[in-house]
């Protein structure tokens, strides 16, 4: 047709969230020929914390210290979990891979051996995860180890109040203090990004050293918001470190917030320096399954229109803020392939009465069914597509949300899926 490129590959990523971006990345180390299309804006909302369990069951609230051990337990429980498709080394294995490219590309993250560990959010709420950005873990530290610790927060910044943070978390953290000061050069409403690049350049830091330092006291830690720069973050920490003569560390922000920004970022520099052909901001028009088993997709927002040819495909699109799901009166349905969802009977059974019910909502288990493969299977349990599999949260019978997975669930599940295509392409 004429206007329009074609491309060919051996593999289709659809999506370009964290499912997505770590699918791509698999794929890109096993010299898979990739080709990835998605709209980035999911992972904006990242909170920069990567989680692999932290709460099984649901209705008890059970907190785990070890997430492997955690995991154990899920599978037990719930066999068609996603998790329980796995072997604990291989989801390990996942995450010390996508550890090692975030570190790569210059976004460090530091762990706690196999171990949970434990830091503030924006609300002073404690949350338990896996793995967290090397610009907090001197408050993971300060926080197990009630180290004296100032609280800065800035004037005109909305979602975040190291006032509040010390109300919540005060009781069993006694040594904090908080402080309230301008950030440098700004006025009226202070955001995330615009602060951020502006702690990029060394100048800028020192300003605000020298506008925290007075308050410092016997403060042996100073927290701020996630704001300390977008490509210089360690370098940022680093330096206020030195003028400051404290450890210093970001607390999360509300989302979006500069640290999804990051982690986009680091993705999409990285994955095309490693051979992936990414088409970001763009989605998929048509997808058609050819008589050989093969996929042809349209790209739409590209001059010209692009059309891919696959031997095999990743789903990674995501739930309905992705929109791989679509939910109308006449229920859920998959958005690309038409596949079916494991869901609720009836619209009335989507949700308990309590809004707040401990268990979850019925349809935050809707989804795709898989096989071992991670390969969407019908009612029956048969593989509709051979070389299709689906990953990350579009999966059935998970609640990535209350169990504090995300993250981990979906670098694990790709983790799978491109193992499997693999094996299936090799000659």
């Known amino acids: 047709m004429a206007g329009m490129k074609e491309i060919n590959c051996d593999l289709m990523v659809i999506g370009a969230g964290m499912a997505g971006m770590a699918a791509a990345m698999f ?98 709420t404690v949350k338990t995860t896996y793995a967290i950005p090397r610009s907090m873990a001197a408050g993971a530290e300060a926080l197990a180890s009630g180290t004296p610790t100032l609280l800065v927060d800035f004037q005109g910044l909305k ?33 995330t990004e615009h602060a951020a690049r502006k702690l990029d350049l060394a100048a800028n830091r020192q300003q605000l050293a020298d506008l925290i330092r007075p308050h410092i006291g016997k403060a042996k830690a100073v927290g701020l918001p996630a704001i300390l720069g977008i490509y210089r973050t360690g370098e940022a920490v680093s330096d206020l470190e030195d003028q400051l003569g404290a450890a210093v560390f970001e607390i999360p922000t509300m989302v979006p917030a500069i640290t999804g920004l990051r982690l986009r970022e680091a993705f999409e520099q990285q994955l095309p320096a490693k051979g992936v052909k990414t088409f970001y901001q763009q989605k998929v028009l048509d997808a058609l399954v050819q008589p050989d088993g093969q996929y042809c997709f349209t790209v739409s927002g590209a001059a010209p229109v692009i059309q891919i040819r696959a031997r095999s495909v990743i789903l990674a699109s995501g739930r309905f803020f992705g929109k791989g799901l679509h939910a109308d009166r006449n229920g859920i349905r998959e958005a690309i392939f038409g596949l079916p969802v494991f869901q609720p009977a009836d619209r009335m059974s989507w949700h308990h009465r309590d809004l707040l019910q401990s268990s979850g909502h019925p349809i935050n288990r809707a989804g795709l069914e898989v096989d071992s493969a991670f390969r969407p299977v019908d009612r029956n349990g048969a593989v ?44």
């Not at 785990?64 to 294995?93: K, V």
């Not at 609640?399 to 392409?425: E, M, P």
Request: proline share 5%; charged share 15%; with cysteine.
């Open 384 to 427: 509709i597509h051979s070389s299709l599999h689906a990953v990350g949260s579009i999966l059935a019978h998970q609640d990535w949300i209350r169990q504090k997975c995300g993250s981990g669930l979906s670098i694990a599940t790709a983790f799978g899926a491109v193992n499997a295509l693999a094996a299936a392409l090799r000659p």
């Open 27 to 124: 794929a890109a180390d096993r010299q898979i020929d990739t080709v990835q299309v998605g709209i980035t804006g999911e992972i904006n909302f990242a909170s920069g914390l990567l989680d692999v369990l932290a709460i099984h069951p649901q209705d008890k609230g059970t907190h785990w210290d070890d997430p492997w051990a955690g995991i154990r337990q899920l599978a037990a429980d719930q066999p068609h979990h996603p998790y329980a498709r796995m072997r604990i080394e291989d989801i390990q294995a996942a995450m010390d891979q996508c550890i090692a490219f975030l570190g790569k590309a210059g976004l460090q993250y530091t762990t706690r051996g196999r171990l949970n560990a434990r830091i503030l959010t924006p609300a002073g």
């Open 159 to 191: 979602g975040y109040s190291a006032r509040q943070i010390i109300e919540t978390v005060g009781a069993r953290w006694p040594d904090l203090h908080n402080v309230r000061i301008a950030f440098p050069g700004a006025s009226g409403e202070l955001y």
